[in-house]
């Protein structure tokens, strides 16, 4: 080959690479960012994720992309290793629709009508019009649609531009005789995965293959070999990336590897020992495009119908080459820096993500509310760790939503990230004041005080008003029920009203000479720390009603329900009222 021809090949395979990266870009932008979710929700039975695994990898045009993704699931703990690995599998699959893809490069020759379908002219009019869109286009799912076009027209220029730099090598000796060499085997599997290594893209490996068969002189014998090393090959992009993963997540991505592994192991033992039997005459057949397009289909087919029964095995397997370390901390938590480049599961982890803060933030009011009756040091710290990890998720939370909203986000996400930008503070505040009531009850067991009967029955009462504002505000979050949210707003006026009618009693008591002034230090601020906690509440509560609204106006709606006061919230209110009566 010419230093010409070299440079061509080079810059087919960039332009191969980067149409199929735009394309597949395109296509996703186009879905709306709705095939991630898809494929995250609608994994629960293996024939499932299979299909999608195919479906969501056939549209994106990576098998990597797609499972890196899912090691991205398993990594948030969004989904167990052993869906991820049927997911794999349909990716697996999945990815072989670029040779088809691909195959359009090999339309030209045509005369009269059909000359139309040609490669150069449906290039030519895929391209033009991909840039009108893109140019000329206001609207944005347009402009990603010319974003499709472009990059279709630029993956068959790359083609084209490889075929016709390789289109000489068929009259080389040496390349026949290194296509020969590549008829064992062993050998050519090597060669094919280090190929497809080295690209980091089974489909860019499976389309160079495809670029060479033009020259005339690839047989199916040295072509398998070479389409069985790819496929093994496409694992390694996937097992970079996980690098840094949790345990989980390095047995998902191992997992791919340990499937292309066993799967071309499998169908090549079984292939080249009937070989040697029967001596299949078909292996000296020169294929073309079109051919391999469909041996590698068929190849993947296989695997998958290989692997599919043993999906507990290739887990067990994965297990036993990534072991869990005896005193590893498994982390509750992992927000996937890999999501940010899909909005869409960036959200649907960060929504998941706060349920948990919620539900951590719950937790510390009640073990802080705990410890009025039974005070111990073990459960005050816990209630200061809880803190501490409050603060720990608002922080990660916040970083991760602002490197969000620099991403391109739907108007349902825009909506989502506001909602989850307005309540993650509340949910850390009311961590915070369950490290104030703490600190509270502690001081009340160091100092041995003692509260009057009547004292005590309020902060009973209060307690079991705190625990149930608490319960609605994060079961009406985590579900994004606006009508459970309701509740919560009656009953903060209610809270509102106990805090001053404790404060008035305790001055009366105070008079009385019941209760003492160092009583009353700590009695006043249990009311206002439980006083501020039913305040947060209401901000999620609202923020969750504006947000289905489609609007997001706290006091617009605070104003509506102070002047309106409705039938729904003044019987929530008269009910609250008497159940949490201390009068």
């Known amino acids: 080959m010419s230093v010409t021809e070299i440079a061509s090949l080079f810059t087919g395979v960039a332009l191969f690479l980067f149409g199929m990266s735009l394309m597949g870009d395109g296509l996703k932008r186009v879905s709306g960012n709705k095939l991630e979710p898809i494929l995250f929700r609608l994994t629960g039975t293996p024939l499932r994720g299979i299909v999608l695994g195919a479906g969501v990898t056939a549209v994106i045009q990576s098998s990597s992309a797609t499972s890196v993704m899912v090691v991205g699931f398993v990594n948030s703990k969004m989904m167990k290793v052993r869906q991820a690995i049927s997911v794999i599998l349909g990716a697996i699959l999945g990815t072989s629709i670029t040779g088809w893809v691909v195959c359009?490069?090999?339309?030209?020759g045509a005369k009269g009508i059909t000359s139309l379908f040609s490669t150069t002219t449906l290039t030519g009019i895929i391209a033009v019009s991909g840039i009108l869109?893109?140019?000329?286009?206001?609207?944005?799912?347009?402009?990603?649609?010319?974003?499709?076009?472009?990059?279709?027209?630029?993956?068959?220029?790359?083609?084209?531009?490889?075929?016709?730099?390789?289109?000489?090598?068929?009259?080389?000796p040496w390349f026949t005789d290194l296509l020969t060499s590549?008829?064992?085997p062993i050998l050519g599997i090597l060669v094919g995965l280090l190929f497809s290594a080295v690209l980091q893209s089974a489909s860019a490996a499976v389309g160079i293959v495809q670029a060479?068969?033009?020259?005339?002189?690839?047989?199916?014998?040295?072509?398998?070999?070479?389409?069985?090393g790819i496929a093994i090959g496409a694992s390694v992009p996937v097992l970079l990336t996980a690098?840094?993963?949790?345990?989980?997540?390095?047995?998902?991505?191992?997992?791919?590897?340990?499937?292309?592994?066993?799967?071309?192991?499998?169908?090549?033992?079984?292939?080249?020992?009937?070989?040697?039997?029967?001596h299949f005459s078909f292996l000296n057949r020169i294929v073309n495009p079109m051919t391999l397009a469909l041996v590698n289909t068929i190849l993947r087919f296989l695997m998958l119908c290989v692997l599919a029964p043993f999906t507990d095995v290739l887990e067990a397997v994965a297990s036993l080459i990534i072991k869990r370390k005896a005193n590893e901390q498994i982390e509750s938590v992992r927000l996937e820096e890999r999501f940010l480049a899909h909005p869409a599961l960036a959200i649907e982890q960060i929504r998941l993500t706060i349920g948990d803060m919620a539900t951590k933030a719950?937790?510390?009011?009640?073990?802080?509310?705990?410890?009025?009756?039974?005070?111990?040091?073990?459960?005050?710290?816990?209630?200061?760790?809880?803190?501490?990890?409050?603060?720990?998720?608002?922080?990660?939370?916040?970083?991760?939503?602002?490197?969000?909203?620099?991403?391109?986000?739907?108007?349902?996400?825009?909506?989502?990230a506001s909602l989850y930008l307005h309540t993650l503070s509340d949910f850390e505040r009311i961590s915070d004041h369950a490290q104030n009531i703490a600190h509270n009850y502690q001081e009340v067991h160091q100092k041995q005080i003692r509260f009057s009967d009547e004292a005590m029955r309020e902060l009973d009462v209060m307690t079991r008003a705190i625990k149930e504002i608490l319960r609605l505000t994060t079961e009406a979050f985590i579900t994004a029920d606006p009508k459970l949210a309701a509740r919560v707003e009656p009953l903060e006026e209610v809270i509102d009203d106990l805090c001053e009618k404790m404060k008035l009693h305790h001055v009366?008591?105070?008079?009385?000479?019941?209760?003492?002034?160092?009583?009353?230090?700590?009695?006043?601020?249990?009311?206002?720390?439980?006083?501020?906690?039913?305040?947060?509440?209401?901000?999620?509560?609202?923020?969750?009603?504006?947000?289905?609204?489609?609007?997001?106006?706290?006091?617009?709606?605070?104003?509506?329900?102070?002047?309106?006061?409705?039938?729904?919230?003044q019987k929530l209110f008269e009910s609250y009222t008497k159940e949490y009566a201390i009068d």
Not at 104 to 108: E, V
Request: hydrophobic share 40%; proline share 1%; glycine share 8%.
């Open 104 to 108: 359009l490069s090999y339309m030209n």
């Open 212 to 228: 060479l068969s033009f020259t005339g002189v690839m047989t199916l014998g040295s072509s398998l070999p070479l389409l069985m």
């Open 182 to 184: 590549m008829t064992y």
């Open 362 to 416: 719950e937790e510390s009011i009640t073990t802080s509310l705990g410890l009025l009756h039974h005070y111990n040091e073990s459960t005050f710290y816990q209630v200061c760790e809880l803190e501490t990890l409050g603060d720990r998720y608002e922080d990660a939370l916040g970083s991760y939503l602002m490197r969000l909203t620099g991403q391109e986000l739907t108007e349902v996400q825009g909506r989502a």
């Open 243 to 278: 690098l840094g993963a949790s345990t989980d997540g390095k047995r998902t991505a191992v997992s791919y590897l340990v499937a292309s592994f066993m799967g071309v192991m499998a169908l090549a033992s079984i292939f080249y020992i009937s070989d040697a039997i029967f």
């Open 508 to 569: 009366d008591r105070l008079q009385k000479g019941q209760c003492t002034i160092s009583q009353g230090f700590v009695f006043n601020d249990l009311s206002t720390n439980f006083d501020r906690v039913s305040d947060h509440c209401s901000n999620i509560a609202v923020a969750i009603i504006e947000m289905e609204a489609d609007e997001f106006d706290t006091h617009k709606y605070l104003g509506k329900i102070k002047e309106k006061q409705s039938p729904e919230f």
């Open 133 to 172: 869109c893109r140019m000329f286009s206001k609207n944005q799912t347009r402009r990603h649609v010319g974003d499709i076009m472009l990059g279709f027209a630029v993956l068959m220029v790359g083609m084209s531009s490889m075929s016709g730099s390789v289109s000489s090598l068929g009259e080389q």
